[in-house]
């Protein structure tokens, strides 16, 4: 089973544990206001690849990654099942740390086939990294054009199949900063015994460049980029939340 590649990065240092080998897929569905990868979006594109050819790319450098692994993001990687299964089988026969970088937007609960599939994949998964872009659905739909029910639901099969998560969230001036929202996310995620890890990121500006070139308008154009002093008060926000639903499970 091939994958539609869009790129490879072979020392990843953000994209899970330790350092990796990090694959780009192409194609996704969703579309992030602030996205830095708007060139990954078509489902056509990218380069076809077998799983063998990029696991011989990972093996020529294999000592750099004794502490970290193969990680695949995109685009989405779940839009690409087969391949993922395809690749992971042949990182854990030679018992290596595999890792998603997902937006979960390809979840799809009442997809019985997907689903099979689905947890194949999860039992060759040591961590996914979920990116939740806003934990109100109105909000969230016009952050990125698409719903977050699937996303949500994807967070709780993650946890009642024991894969390891850790949450990403990236704040946007004025869009995703809000502290009560914030407050919601943490309380959500609460509730999962499988997170271990939070990511706040800030917002930036590096990729506005990219929809230039590639004649997209910028939806976020004149937004600020996140100044880095304040991402601890938002990610305590998100910590407040998941402390109280904690201390509520506990009673």
Not at 91 to 117: L, M, R, Y
Not at 126 to 137: G, N, R, S
Request: charged share 25%; with cysteine.
């Amino acid at each position: 089973m091939q994958g539609r590649i869009h790129s490879l990065e072979s020392f990843g240092t953000v994209d899970g544990p330790g350092t990796r080998f990090v694959v780009f897929v192409q194609g996704c569905p969703m579309r992030c206001a602030y996205c830095h990868n708007p060139d990954t979006w078509a489902m056509t594109g990218g380069t076809m690849m077998e799983p063998e050819e990029i696991f011989e790319q990972y093996q020529r450098n294999k000592d750099f990654y004794k502490n970290g692994g193969i990680t695949v993001t995109g685009g989405e990687p779940l839009m690409q099942v087969d391949f993922l299964i395809d690749l992971f089988t042949i990182a854990k026969q030679h018992n290596v740390h595999t890792c998603i970088d997902s937006s979960g937007i390809a979840f799809k609960p009442d997809n019985k086939p997907f689903i099979e599939k689905l947890d194949r994949l999860m039992k060759l998964t040591d961590l996914v990294m979920l990116d939740i872009k806003h934990i109100d659905p109105v909000k969230h739909k016009e952050l990125t054009a698409q719903p977050n029910d699937g996303i949500l639901a994807f967070a709780s099969y993650l946890n009642d199949r024991h894969v390891d998560m850790w949450i990403r969230h990236v704040v946007v001036p004025g869009i995703t900063d809000d502290e009560e929202y914030l407050y919601k996310l943490g309380y959500f995620i609460g509730q999962f015994s499988n997170l271990k890890a939070l990511d706040v990121l800030p917002y930036h500006t590096m990729g506005e460049s990219k929809y230039e070139k590639l004649g997209i308008p910028y939806k976020l154009a004149g937004v600020p980029a996140m100044e880095k002093s304040k991402i601890p008060e938002k990610k305590e926000a998100i910590l407040n939340g998941i402390r109280r639903r904690r201390e509520e499970k506990s009673m």
